[in-house]
């Protein structure tokens, strides 16, 4: 238990638009007919063994997925040159949960409705974008709603490399050559977003809308902390947290996780029951520890990809943490030449 607490703690250690396309709507609207690639989950599970059968698997894809078309002069897995030719690649991976939406002001149940971010979430995103402005971000997935994606670009915003984060909007082919770049140049200065709703927030069913505090006076406290907090016990016509780590984790796996092996930086900005799927797989949580877990709005997650593994390094505290980068030579290396790019820059 102390592992699934140990996200709490971090945030008190250091202080979409895809178009309204009619396919994405339908796969909402069907979110449990997804295939799942065989991923199960008991009470006792760990991940070890399936990871080490995956690895393998993932290096395979690696190796053959062509490079994303947005070229990353100063990412540390292609500008750093190493004496031996076959150094193990690592790259960074970031979480962040939206910040706060106007549903969550109003203490409504959210789930899949499509609602902004609010002043607040709109803080909450900048302040996030800064803690990680100095770490590499090649390529970024967020989910197919707003506050996800407004949380993503608010964030990236502030990054010291100013790079600008595009949408790729892939649900037709007229969308896709529609939003075409042809500058190389361009592209180089860009970072594909890439909106999945494989990492939209669990879908809550006929609670959607209502009051939390109505709906528990309604139905009981205790039924609604069932439908809150259980793993597998689902609101009526909704998804259990059990039915989303399934859509969740086979996405990381079949789509993320090979960028990652093929060296490749990533920022994931999604939900809190979405992130905490992905978490519970990274972390090897049970799923008695995963519903104890607790993810606060804004505060980025630093993990690092090496050797089929990933490593937890908490929140980074800002852009003048030094610590952080540390973590590996790379992001040293990283944070030095950017360093040395900004005071060319200045004089």
Partial sequence: ???????QSIGSLVSHRSSSSSTISESLREPLKVATKGFKIDSSLSYTSRRKRNFSKIEAIASKTPSVSYNTPLSPSKNITHNSPKKPKEAALILIRHGESLWNAK??????????LTEKGVEEAIEAGKRISNIPVD????SS???AQMTAMLAMIQHRRKKVPIILHNESEQAKTWSQVFSEETKSQSIPVIPAWQLNERMYGELQGLNKQETAERYGKQQVHEWRRSYDI???KGESLEMCAERAVAYFEENIEPKLAAGKNVMIAAHGNSLRSIIMYLDKLTCQ???SLELSTGIPLLYIFKEGKFMKRGSPVGPTEAGVYAYTKRLAQYRQKLDENSEVICS
């Fill in 234 to 236: 689902p609101p009526p």
């Fill in 139 to 142: 390529v970024i997935f967020t």
């Fill in 107 to 116: 203490n409504l149940f959210t789930g899949c409705v499509d609602v902004p």
């Fill in 289 to 291: 520890e995963v519903i």
């Fill in 145 to 147: 709603l707003i506050r």
């Fill in 1 to 7: 238990m102390a592992t699934a607490m140990s996200h």
